[in-house]
């Protein structure tokens, strides 16, 4: 059975930058939609970025939009959150997710899109 493990977190200044990564074992996240949330302390786990399965369309929260990117790479089961122009609100765990249902589906918004998730990743970014 497929896991999703996420890496590339850490603490940042503001205004600097950072890469997750989401990396698939034992099977692969190949023709499924994946996608990036994010949960602060207290708080609900929020929508951050998602891809379809072909790579060909994203979507962002308004939050995110400009600054971050997401992008995979099939062939080496991983995909990617380039983040830039951290802020302090940006801090939270990070989760990556994929749907193992969804075959050839579109990049997804919602928390129910999505029913297979990574441990997380937390970033911290310092004012």
């Known amino acids: 059975q497929v896991q999703l493990v996420e890496s590339g977190g850490g603490l940042v200044q503001a205004g600097g930058s950072l890469r997750l990564s989401c990396a698939a074992s034992?099977?692969?996240?190949?023709?499924?939609?994946v996608g990036w949330f994010r949960q602060a302390p207290e708080k609900e786990r929020d929508f951050v970025a998602a891809?379809?399965?072909?790579?060909?369309?994203?979507v962002y929260s308004d939050s995110v939009q400009g600054r971050f990117t997401i992008s995979r790479d099939d062939a080496k089961k991983t995909m990617y959150l380039q983040m830039t122009d951290l802020k302090p609100d940006d801090t939270a765990v990070y989760y990556c997710?994929?749907?193992?249902?969804?075959?050839?589906?579109?990049?997804?918004?919602?928390?129910?899109?999505?029913?297979?998730w990574g441990q997380g990743t937390q970033v911290t970014i310092s004012s």
């Open positions: 891809i379809d399965w072909s790579g060909g369309r994203t």
């Open positions: 034992g099977g692969t996240f190949r023709l499924f939609p």
């Open positions: 997710g994929t749907h193992t249902a969804r075959k050839f589906g579109g990049a997804g918004r919602r928390l129910g899109d999505y029913n297979l």
